[in-house]
């Protein structure tokens, strides 16, 4: 336990001020930060692109290896809650590919896929994104 703690401390406390940062985040439909990302206006570390879906390291990870993929054009997906019968494709597009990308990272001994919606889910980005973290081992229940 003490290993265990002192590896994870510097992430514990990474994770409170994002906990802080999503509890005080307002849903909203107003551009975000990810739109940036996605005109490449502010840089990311792209691990896969096509004309649909962005993948990119999470700023702040989680683990060895942490992705967010996200859909290029929103389309009013601020977050899984307001999922239409039109983002079928997409949903399911986002979640195939986190697992080609998994397999890229080589995480062949498991992964973690995350959705948080809104600010009870811990949401602080409203344009909804898939988290992919792997590398480690993963706890249940979540916190
Ligand atoms: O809390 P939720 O589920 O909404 O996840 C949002 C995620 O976006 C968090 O894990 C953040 O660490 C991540 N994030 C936030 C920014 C950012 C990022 N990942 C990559 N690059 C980023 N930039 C450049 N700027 C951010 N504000």
Request: proline letters at 7%.
């Amino acid at each position: 336990v003490a290993i265990l703690s002192s590896h994870i401390s510097p992430v514990s406390a990474v994770m409170a001020s994002e906990k802080e940062a999503a509890l005080s985040a307002t849903p909203s439909d107003a551009p975000t930060i990810f739109d940036k990302i996605i005109s490449k206006e502010i840089p990311s570390t792209v691990v896969y692109e096509d004309d649909k879906v962005l993948a990119f390291r999470d700023i702040t990870p989680q683990g060895p290896v942490h992705i967010l993929l996200i859909p290029k054009v929103r389309d009013g997906l601020t977050g899984l809650s307001k999922a239409e019968e039109r983002h079928i494709d997409i949903l399911g597009r986002l979640l195939y590919t986190a697992k080609l990308v998994a397999k890229q990272e080589g995480l062949d001994e498991g992964f973690r896929i995350v959705i948080n919606d809104g600010p009870q889910g811990c949401q602080s980005v409203y344009h909804i994104h898939v988290h992919l973290i792997g590398g480690r081992q993963m706890n249940w229940p979540p916190g």
